[in-house]
């Protein structure tokens, strides 16, 4: 099982970018796919995350400017983020817990977003 991101980016404060996950390989469901961060200095934190069903979760730090959504048809995962702030900045990396069939929890490379003007 893989899971490859896309979207990496500079962008100025204020503006937009869109990250996506794919997952790939041979597994028979993914129950959980998530977004997670990490700054440098800072330890990782869980930025959004979506169920199966389509039940969300957001980091304080960035509800109301981020959105995350799924394709379960495709088996990817997407992070809007609006509004970027410099503290936005970091590597991001997708998660998925995923059944093949047994549970695992897979993390994708890493992404860099760099938000500064």
């Known amino acids: 099982v893989q899971l490859v991101e896309s979207g990496r980016g500079l962008v100025q404060p204020g503006g937009f970018l869109r990250l996506s996950c794919a997952a790939s390989g041979s597994f028979s469901s993914i129950d959980y796919m998530g977004w997670y961060r990490q700054a440098p200095g800072k330890q990782r934190e869980l930025v959004a995350g979506?169920?199966?069903?389509?039940?969300?979760t957001y980091a304080e730090s960035v509800k109301g400017r981020f959105t995350i959504s799924r394709d379960n048809a495709k088996n990817t995962v997407y992070l809007e983020m609006n509004s970027l702030k410099p503290e936005d900045t970091a590597v991001y990396y997708c998660?998925?817990?995923?059944?093949?069939?047994?549970?695992?929890?897979?993390w994708g490379q890493g992404t860099q977003v760099t938000v500064s003007s």
């Open positions: 998660n998925g817990h995923i059944r093949t069939p047994y549970l695992g929890n897979y």
């Open positions: 979506v169920t199966s069903g389509g039940s969300t």
